[in-house]
């Protein structure tokens, strides 16, 4: 796979975060406020080349591999690869092993 720019496509229910370019290695990050019921739903669209994906980013499911901060916020980190997609609570790309492989590209 070649090493090109990933195309982003971020929305809730209540917020469309619209198409974003993340070149190689790049980053992008959002925030928002959960709902006090854990049913705050966001999802995913990605292109890489000729490959697509979409997939939850955030759920009830999710919620737990995310780290909750001494201000009382959830951190949740996602590593996009050549082989899928993983999260982990904490960004750190030195510790692979422990990353949770969620999806695979489609």
């Known amino acids: 796979m070649r090493q090109g720019d990933i ?3 971020i929305k809730s229910g209540d917020d469309d975060l619209g198409n974003h370019t993340i070149p190689f290695k790049g ?7 959960s709902r006090g019921d854990h049913r705050t739903l966001f999802n995913g669209y990605f292109w890489w080349g000729s490959k697509f ?6 759920n009830k499911e999710l919620e737990k591999f995310c780290s909750l901060n001494k201000a009382g916020r959830q951190d949740c980190y996602w590593w996009v690869r050549p082989d899928g997609f993983y999260v982990f609570p904490f960004n750190n ?14």
Do not use: D, M, R
């Open 7 to 9: 195309v982003a496509h």
């Open 27 to 33: 980053n992008y990050n959002w925030s928002f406020c």
């Open 53 to 58: 994906q979409s997939l939850n980013l955030f």
């Open 93 to 106: 790309t030195f510790s692979e092993f422990y990353w949770k492989f969620i999806k695979p590209w489609g």
